[in-house]
């Protein structure tokens, strides 16, 4: 591609970027589309956030997506914030119009979109595993999406309350809150229609990691989700299938959520067939060479 003065400015702000395939994919997606676009990893280093928000504006960049560990403390530093991003108090995707930013979160919208593209309606009974911001956004959009019943684990049962006491603020989702444990993880398991893995357990490179040891707990017809997106199947995921499970994992929310980037920032229609072809060899080829 040519870089010029027209060139849009688009990246994503985190710390660590190593394992990010954002760049990767809308890079792909530019090139494939012809746009005349730009891509960034941004690591901002810790106490660097704010400056680095004002070298957006000065830099005149289009937007970025935020990622770990910036998720939530972007927050004081934007103009307005989204309903959903409001609600979950986490934000994902920042636009930037001439200098007032809005932040936005597509994390759970993403996930919503991969559960229908799999052909999986939204659990009435679900269990998350984790409490963090990726969990917030999908249990806040599952509550508003037709899910009865919620329960919430974590090993650290106050986030677990937390984000439960949320959930009911927000909507009419019976929630239960537990500290994460073999026997609380079973107890919730056994009347699940959908497993949600939200804690990073199990992400590159401690692939051989699972937040639990056994599935067996789970019922037959129960969906198994991970929204870890590299490795492309986690152990996790391997529990499930080896139970005969259906399983859906991390990338499918992962390029649903850079989609709705695409067209929050750019207004655009995303080929979403070919951003899971770049997404899906890329994971694919990682996995071989694992193997």
């Known amino acids: 591609m040519t870089i010029n003065l027209e060139t849009c400015l688009l990246g994503v702000i985190g710390n660590p970027l190593t394992q990010s395939l954002s760049p990767l994919m809308h890079n792909a997606v530019f090139d494939h589309l012809g746009l005349n ?18 070298a957006l504006k000065v830099l005149g960049f289009t937007g970025v997506n935020v990622t770990i560990p910036y998720k939530t403390e972007v927050i004081p530093y934007l103009d307005v914030l989204s309903e959903e991003a409001e609600a979950c108090q986490a934000v994902n995707c920042i636009k930037n119009e001439q200098g007032r930013l809005t932040g936005y979160n597509t994390d759970g919208q993403g996930f919503l979109r991969a559960l229908k593209e799999a052909g999986v309606e939204s659990g009435e009974h679900t269990v998350i595993i984790g409490a ?18 919620l329960e919430i684990l974590d090993i650290e049962v106050n986030r677990a309350d937390d984000l439960a ?33 939200c804690s990073p357990v199990g992400m590159m490179p401690q692939i051989s990691k699972s937040p639990v040891d056994s599935l067996a707990a789970a019922k037959n017809n129960a969906v198994i989700c991970d929204l ?50 770049v997404v899906t060899n890329q994971l694919e080829g990682k996995r071989r060479n694992i193997n």
Do not use: W
């Open 132 to 149: 963090g911001g990726a969990a917030r956004s999908v249990a806040y959009n599952l509550a508003r999406s037709g899910c009865r019943m």
């Open 37 to 54: 676009c730009l891509y960034l990893p941004l690591e901002i280093a810790a106490g660097s956030l704010e400056k680095a928000l004002d």
């Open 228 to 277: 870890i997106y590299n490795p492309i199947e986690t152990r996790f995921l391997q529990l499930g299938r080896e139970r005969g499970l259906k399983t859906i994992n991390g990338a499918a929310m992962f390029i649903h959520q850079g989609a709705l980037t695409l067209e929050i920032l750019l207004g655009i229609t995303p080929p979403l067939a070919f951003m899971k072809e």
């Open 165 to 197: 006491m949320f959930i009911e603020n927000v909507s009419n989702c019976t929630t239960h809150s537990r500290l994460m444990t073999p026997d609380n993880f079973e107890a919730a398991a056994a009347e699940a229609d959908l497993i949600i893995n």
